[in-house]
């Protein structure tokens, strides 16, 4: 499920900027890149079961791997963990509403910081 309007979404930000950033509200970049994508996660494990809140990201012109590049932001993502196929995005999903919430504030936490670094072309 996407979320929309979240803000976040085509915000240009350096990358060291946004690892940082990311990081502080609990979304990690940790070997979900390769060198023009970039996916930051937030894992949930609750009673309803295991959840990540994704947000992706790429450039357009720098270089990742180098930690030398200007990242675009796409719409954030929330899916669910099934064992061993992975995360599930689909229409069919039913997401906790307190789960929802809980994305919901990370993700005005992280437009609120991105605010002050975003890149204007």
């Known amino acids: ?6 803000g976040i979404e085509n915000t240009v ?5 946004l690892d ?4 502080k509200q609990g979304l990690v970049r940790a070997g979900q890149w390769d060198y023009e994508r970039v996916t930051y996660d937030k894992k949930y494990v609750i009673k309803e079961g295991t959840f ?8 357009k012109d720098g270089d990742v791997g180098a930690h030398d590049a200007n990242i675009t932001l796409l719409k954030p993502v929330i899916g669910k963990h099934y064992y061993p196929h ?3 995005y689909g229409e069919n ?11 919901d504030q990370t993700l005005a936490a ?12």
Do not use: Q, W
Not at 13 to 17: A, G, Q, S
Not at 52 to 59: D, H, K, M, S
Not at 94 to 103: A, G, I, T
């Open 13 to 17: 930000i350096d990358l060291n900027i």
């Open 52 to 59: 990540y809140l994704r947000v992706f990201g790429f450039t």
């Open 86 to 88: 992975g995360v599930e």
């Open 20 to 23: 940082d950033l990311m990081k």
């Open 93 to 103: 999903e039913v997401f906790p509403k307190h789960l929802l919430k809980s994305c």
């Open 110 to 121: 992280v437009r609120a910081e991105l605010a002050a670094f975003e890149i204007h072309a």
């Open 1 to 6: 499920m996407y979320f929309e309007n979240t």
